[in-house]
């Protein structure tokens, strides 16, 4: 930047530096997101089933579908063609940047069915009109059942365990 600002001239001095090697490679650390046991899933999910809160709602269908939040929080209904029993979620909305389709089951559209009365742009509404839940509901939904050693990404890595 400095070079293209008329600052300085000539190559980037940390070139050679980096080309020789003689700088330590730093490798970050990949920090997993806490996950439940898979054993307390069936209860935990039927707790969930008791609660009426939207967040719920987006939380069961989390836990059914494996998504990421953004990916659920984000769920459109023109994403969704219950004739063929499938959610597209977009190459925009998924982080490996490519279309992903889930098969719908029986428990994951008796769950978003009954939103449609909403009439909203999106699956899972928020606390504003035609806008999606917070990001954070589902986490303080967990929080709030006294579920403190999980977070609703982690549930992803509890579903591979």
């Given at each position: ?6 600052f ?24 997993r ?48 063609d ?57 986490l ?10 999980a ?11």
């Amino acid at each position: 930047m400095a070079r293209s600002k008329g600052f300085r001239s000539g190559e980037n001095p940390v070139t050679a530096i980096k080309d020789a090697g003689a700088l330590p490679k730093v490798k970050a650390k990949v920090k997993r997101h806490s996950a439940m046991g898979w054993q307390d899933v069936p209860a935990f999910y039927a707790e969930l089933q008791t609660r009426p809160a939207m967040a719920a709602k987006a939380l069961m269908f989390t836990c059914l579908t494996g998504s990421r939040t953004g990916e659920v929080l984000g769920a459109r209904w023109e994403e969704f063609d219950f004739e063929e029993r499938l959610w597209t979620c977009p190459a925009e909305r998924m982080k490996t940047g490519e279309e992903h389709r889930i098969p719908l089951t029986d428990e994951m559209i008796a769950i978003i069915e009954p939103l449609k009365a909403m009439q909203s742009d999106y699956v899972f509404e928020g606390q504003k009109r035609n806008n999606p839940l917070s990001n954070m509901s589902m986490l303080m939904l967990l929080r709030r059942m006294t579920v403190k050693d999980a977070t609703v990404h982690g549930l992803r890595s509890t579903f591979r365990d």
